[in-house]
């Protein structure tokens, strides 16, 4: 009786003892020393917030409140109000940080950069240069792969310069996978950036497809199939068209309409121009007989 009694009682005090302990590694995970509705541990781990400290940045709202509104518990300026103001607006009517302004720059460069690209791939394949003889096919070629490279970096300016932006934040795997982005706030025109930046981002690897088999003409890439892969031109310049379009902030704005209607213009009336080049640049005259023609020149 005495063993079944001894057996129990430090069965009891082991159970005491492990039950206490668990309960005080439970309170230390959950112990929230400054009452902000986060825990100690949260804090230092995670949102690196003093855990000691009701409102870490002292802008009037507690960490857990911000973390819950989605605004920066350690930035000053950063509020749930402040917050919920830039989801209502468009994103043209934000404060922009140098980074956006660099992103909208180089975008609207890269625009107009690849537009003279296009222009001038028309023009050195066309009788344009024959008919009127404004600059010589080496100048037409070299303008054209010039003005491609500058394109292209332009382009790596414009979407890089968004990792660095405070508002957009745009992540690795929404620049280089299609139709993974996604954000609370809308362009100019009111469209969401998920499909115009993806697009964007499918021109992106035409121009890269265009740029490097183009380099590699004739030494890698036969000349057919170099031929075959630039009939794409078109349709990057659609792409890069449609996503200044539907995602640029600047849309409304008259000089970007302008710019957008004249680079329109220009590219359709080339094509138009080369569609049509026999009847535009080489008006068929009146018929020679060659049979009458030589029996003349025979007869002098």
Do not use: C
């Amino acid at each position: 009786m005495k063993k079944t009694l001894t057996t129990l009682f430090i069965f009891l005090t082991l159970a005491f003892i492990y039950t206490n302990q668990t309960n005080n590694k439970t309170l230390a995970i959950l112990k929230d020393t400054d009452y902000d509705g986060i825990t100690d541990q949260a804090e230092i781990a995670v949102y690196k917030t003093d855990p000691l400290i009701f409102d870490t940045d002292g802008d009037g709202y507690s960490d857990g409140v911000e973390i819950i509104a989605k605004s920066n518990p350690l930035d000053k300026n950063s509020t749930p109000i402040t917050v919920s103001e830039h989801k209502k607006l468009p994103l043209i009517e934000r404060d922009d940080p140098l980074t956006w302004y660099i992103a909208r720059a180089s975008g609207i460069i890269a625009f107009i950069l690849l537009t003279i690209v296009v222009l001038m791939g028309i023009v050195q394949t066309s009788k344009i240069l024959l008919k009127y003889k404004f600059m010589t096919f080496m100048t037409a070629l070299e303008t054209h792969r010039a003005f491609a490279w500058m394109g292209g970096i332009a382009v790596i300016i414009h979407f890089s310069s968004l990792f660095f932006d405070k508002i957009f934040q745009l992540k690795l795997i929404e620049a280089v996978i299609p139709f993974q982005l996604s954000r609370n706030f809308k362009s100019a025109l009111g469209f969401d950036f998920k499909i115009p930046v993806s697009l964007g981002i499918i021109a992106i690897y035409f121009i890269i497809l265009l740029v490097s088999t183009s380099e590699l003409r004739k030494k890698v890439v036969p000349v057919k199939l170099w031929r075959l892969i630039h009939y794409i031109s078109f349709t990057t310049y659609m792409l890069f068209l449609t996503h200044g379009i539907l995602s640029g902030t600047d849309t409304k704005e008259w000089w970007m309409i302008t710019i957008y209607a004249v680079s329109f213009t220009l590219v359709i009336s080339m094509i138009i121009a080369k569609f049509f080049k026999e009847k535009l640049f080489y008006p068929k005259g009146p018929a020679i007989d060659k049979t009458n023609q030589g029996n003349t020149e025979i007869s002098k």
